[in-house]
Nanobody
């Protein structure tokens, strides 16, 4: 069974940093990408970053590129999202998600993701 569980959210002032973690299990050989998806209040879900499980290739939404870094630690079965230069518009609930990637193959498309954590809240104040 594929399971993902995220933690590390919190409140921070604009310009600050946070690091999110996701414990992932049961996904090897069945998941192509692991990603971080966020949903702000009254907003749809958007994939901000993804990483290919096979070779570590990363993908970023233009709104976070250069500020966020996605990485994985195979030994710990953990996915990370390092967020820097945070802005109030980054305020959202962040989800760790997994995508089989056997169809359209768009790692930044939320429709690719089928397995979700419960989410962790990130609040950035001005």
């Amino acid at each position: 069974e594929i399971q993902v569980m995220e933690c590390g959210g919190g409140s921070v002032q604009a310009g600050g940093s946070l690091r999110l973690s996701c414990a992932a299990s049961g996904y090897r050989n069945s998941i192509r990408w692991l990603g971080w998806v966020r949903q702000g209040p009254a907003k749809g879900r958007e994939v901000v970053a993804a990483i290919a499980t096979a070779d570590g290739t990363t993908y970023y939404d233009r709104t976070v590129k250069g500020r966020f870094t996605i990485s994985q630690d195979d030994a710990k079965n953990t996915l990370y999202l390092q967020m820097t230069s945070l802005r109030p518009e980054d305020t959202a609930r962040y989800y760790c998600a997994a995508a089989p990637g056997s169809g359209a193959l768009f790692p930044l498309s939320v429709h690719e993701y089928e397995y979700w954590g419960q989410g962790t809240q990130v609040t950035v104040s001005s």
